[in-house]
């Protein structure tokens, strides 16, 4: 039965000092997402994990659009490990066409699935808007034009039977750019699918008033997995006051059938036994449990990452 589980900077890899010494030599390139998101700067600790651990493993960090890219990437064979939202993972499996899958991605496999996204839309507080639907008329940057992010967003407005055409202006930007739109008084709102405490919305929301607008929870409902309800807490951004009701989505660490058993094993268990070194990277990872990685993700698990999962007692 199978399984289950619920720029381009380069970053040269160093020699291991400790892993097994069965393992050839590997070249790793991580797909990370833009330079200002949550996947990249967790990227170059994987990647440094793993240029540490694996011998003679070479690794690279590759900056990319994030999911949608990640996943046709990881199906071309032109990525071994690459960060990708669920609700992406699904659609790519499937071969979901309005979303830039022409065709089922029939060779992706699973890693982990690690921590959650959160629907984060920043709005200017000269806007009023609060809720999603105070957006309609104004001017939303919704992510990069086909990534997780601008799924997530099509998604979610389509929940509330809105569009873009709904939206006074749509801009397909990357969220570092989407927030200097706003900084410039060029942009009233940006949706960020990301984990909590981006390094773009901080710079935001310490330079302007801002209002991180609610979803409310009835829309997880509608979507269903891997959507669910979420809340950003208080104080995860410069003047946010108040939790904000939103949507959270697990996100999943894919590689692709061609990875071999052996290498596919090395990085699930690297994963999880250098996870402080992942946190230190970024605060997200502190939501990355062992216990939750073989959860939720519409994918079957790579033979080499169940092994691992097998060794710890969490599959039979």
Do not use: C
Not at 105 to 125: G, T
Not at 131 to 150: F, H
Not at 198 to 222: C, R
Not at 266 to 285: G, I, P, Q, R, Y
């Amino acid at each position: 039965m199978i399984r289950t589980i619920g720029f381009g900077a380069l970053l040269a890899g160093s020699m291991s000092l400790s892993a097994p010494a069965a393992m050839a030599a590997e070249f790793i390139n991580v797909l990370a997402g833009g330079t200002s998101g949550v996947y990249y700067p967790l990227g170059v600790a994987l990647a440094d994990i793993y240029g540490q651990n694996i011998p003679d493993a070479r690794t690279q960090v590759q900056s990319t659009k994030a999911s949608v890219e990640n996943l046709n990437l990881l199906q071309q064979g032109r990525g071994e490990i690459g960060f990708a939202l669920g609700d992406s993972v699904k659609d790519a499996f499937e071969g979901n066409e309005d979303v830039g899958f022409t065709k089922p991605l029939d060779k992706l496999r699973a890693i982990a699935a690690i921590y959650p996204n959160y629907i984060q839309i920043a709005a200017s507080a000269e806007s009023g808007a609060v809720t999603v639907s105070d957006l309609v008329g104004k001017s939303v940057s919704v992510g990069a034009a086909k990534s997780g992010t601008e799924v997530n967003a099509r998604k979610i407005l389509g929940a509330l039977d809105m569009s873009y055409d709904d939206l006074g202006k749509v801009e397909y930007l990357p969220f570092a750019e989407s927030v200097e739109l706003m900084k410039n008084r060029q942009l009233d709102a940006t949706l960020q699918s990301s984990g909590l405490g981006s390094a773009a919305l901080k710079d935001l929301s310490s330079t302007q008033d801002v209002t991180y607008v609610s979803i409310p929870a009835e829309v997880a409902g509608t979507l269903g997995a891997p959507y669910a309800a979420g809340v950003i807490p208080a104080g995860t951004y410069p003047g946010q006051d108040e939790d904000i009701p939103t949507l959270a989505i697990t996100n999943i660490l894919v590689t692709h059938s061609d990875v071999s058993d052996e290498l596919a094993y090395e990085m699930t268990k690297l994963l999880f036994e250098n996870l402080d070194h992942m946190k230190s990277a970024h605060a997200a990872a502190g939501a990355i449990d062992i216990q939750n990685a073989v959860r939720n993700s519409p994918i079957p698990l790579h033979p080499g990452a169940e092994q691992y999962y097998r060794e710890q007692g969490l599959l039979d």
